[in-house]
């Protein structure tokens, strides 16, 4: 089991960066490949970057690439997403998750139903 608290969320103007945390309990963290997604008002919930056990593989949708970076330390437990540039569009909730692929699996997921966990969000506003 895996409990997740999502931390760095606030009201930036466009073009700044802002870093999101989220911390995980349990001592099996490195047996999850880490997610975060994101719900703008009004619309559904959205991949936006993942990365595997280890780091070494990352996935990010066409619109964050080159802006966003995602990762982990495994020896802390947390996973985090840096955002560059960001534009009014960014504007959502975002949520940490993490689907449990088992012990140094390389297997990393885009799809939302593939996480087992979620944390409460944080929101992130940018004002233009």
């Known amino acids: 089991q895996v409990h997740l608290v999502e931390s760095g969320g606030g009201l930036v103007q466009a073009g700044a960066s802002l870093r999101l945390s989220c911390a995980a309990s349990?001592?099996?963290?490195?047996?999850?490949?880490m997610g975060w997604f994101r719900q703008a008002p009004g619309k559904e919930r959205e991949f936006v970057a993942a990365?595997?056990?280890?780091?070494?593989?990352?996935y990010y949708t066409d619109s964050v690439k080159g802006r966003f970076t995602i990762s982990r330390d495994n020896a802390k437990n947390t996973v985090s997403l840096q955002m560059n540039n960001l534009k009014p569009e960014d504007t959502a909730v975002y949520y940490c998750?993490?689907?449990?692929?088992?012990?140094?699996?390389?297997?990393?997921?885009?799809?939302?139903?593939?996480?087992?966990?979620w944390g409460q969000g944080t929101q992130v506003t940018v004002s233009s």
């Open positions: 998750a993490a689907d449990f692929v088992g012990s140094q699996s390389a297997a990393v997921s885009t799809r939302e139903y593939e996480y087992d966990h």
């Open positions: 349990g001592r099996t963290f490195s047996q999850y490949a």
């Open positions: 990365t595997s056990w280890g780091g070494g593989r990352t």
